[in-house]
């Protein structure tokens, strides 16, 4: 079984193990691959993953699409997510992606996400001691190499124990 927190922990220090991670995510994330989305840093709270200007990711008229921004916001807060929390223990689904764009792409790009301190813990860990369920919502910002902010982007997933998740067809 693929351990994703294990090689996580080691891309933080290691070019060598950031290449392995990002060879093995385009490969458990089937649908990601054709965007070439590479992380480019990963520390304790943060990340930062490249969106490539490249015809796959482009719409119409020659700009960065809308739905690989919204893509790449939902796969860099979700991968930090699922860094922190007990991957075997939580279930983490996307509920909710709402972006805002307020500049057109026209070359390589970069999301950043940071995950505040006790962040997980006062919005997620500490309100599943009560709830079935929460839903949490992660800012992620996109900027071109030239520091143009693309897009801010508010993903909301709801994060529930594996135990209270119930598959059954009613």
């Not at 699922?82 to 909710?96: A, G, P, Q, V, W």
């Not at 057109?104 to 009560?130: C, H």
């Not at 902010?149 to 994060?159: A, D, F, P, S």
């Amino acid at each position: 079984m693929f351990k994703a927190n294990a090689l996580i922990a080691k891309a933080k220090t290691s070019k060598f193990y950031l290449k392995m991670l990002n060879f093995a995510l385009s490969r458990l994330i089937p649908f990601n691959r054709p965007h070439a989305f590479r992380i480019i840093e990963i520390d304790e709270r943060a990340i930062k993953v490249s969106l490539p200007y490249k015809k796959v990711n482009l719409n119409h008229i020659k700009g960065l699409h809308a739905c690989a921004l919204a893509t790449v916001s939902e796969f860099s807060t979700g991968l930090m997510l699922l860094n922190e929390l007990d991957t075997s223990k939580y279930r983490i689904i996307l509920k909710n992606l709402q972006i805002d764009y307020h500049f057109q792409g026209k070359m390589d790009a970069v999301a950043s996400y940071s995950l505040p301190e006790k962040w997980v813990t006062d919005n997620i860990l500490d309100p599943l001691q009560n709830q079935d369920s929460v839903v949490a919502t992660c800012e992620v910002k996109v900027h071109d190499v030239d520091g143009n902010h693309l897009t801010t982007g508010y993903v909301q997933w709801q994060i529930k124990l594996w135990e209270k998740v119930n598959t059954a067809l009613n």
